[in-house]
């Protein structure tokens, strides 16, 4: 699991800009190349799903939004109740909202994504 994990971290780093954008039909959303292969190596659909449905809802007011992703440490899980976190702020820190996650089998202990007009895309996509 860990070289997994390696891996998919080395690779997303190879992902600047974006020729080619793909579609998420059920939210009109679309996304990069990177967020591809992110669906695709970490089998994390659901991801997509999750952010599209929270950044097309009325709860977002802002086109720019960064999405932090983080798994919590196993003495947070127990304090806490959930295994992880994704967090959805407008870019200047101004959480407006937050999903916690009773169980996750995303490789990645965290990973920040941005969502701007309509599109999901890595920082380095951006």
Do not use: R
């Not at 937050?98 to 890595?122: G, N, Q, R, S, W």
């Amino acid at each position: 699991m860990e070289n997994k994990v390696n891996k998919i971290k080395e690779d997303l780093q190879q992902f600047i800009g974006s020729q080619t954008f793909y579609s998420l039909s059920l939210f009109s959303t679309k996304f990069t190349e990177g967020i591809k292969y992110l669906i695709e190596e970490a089998q994390c659909l659901w991801l997509v799903l999750d952010v599209s449905a929270i950044c097309k809802s009325p709860v977002n007011q802002s086109y720019f939004v960064v999405i932090d992703f983080k798994k919590l440490s196993e003495k947070e899980q127990k304090e806490k109740g959930y295994a992880a976190l994704m967090t959805y702020d407008d870019g200047n820190g101004n959480v407006f909202y937050k999903a916690h996650y009773p169980f996750t089998d995303f490789p990645l202990d965290e990973i920040k994504l941005y969502f701007v007009h309509d599109t999901l895309m890595l920082p380095s996509e951006y």
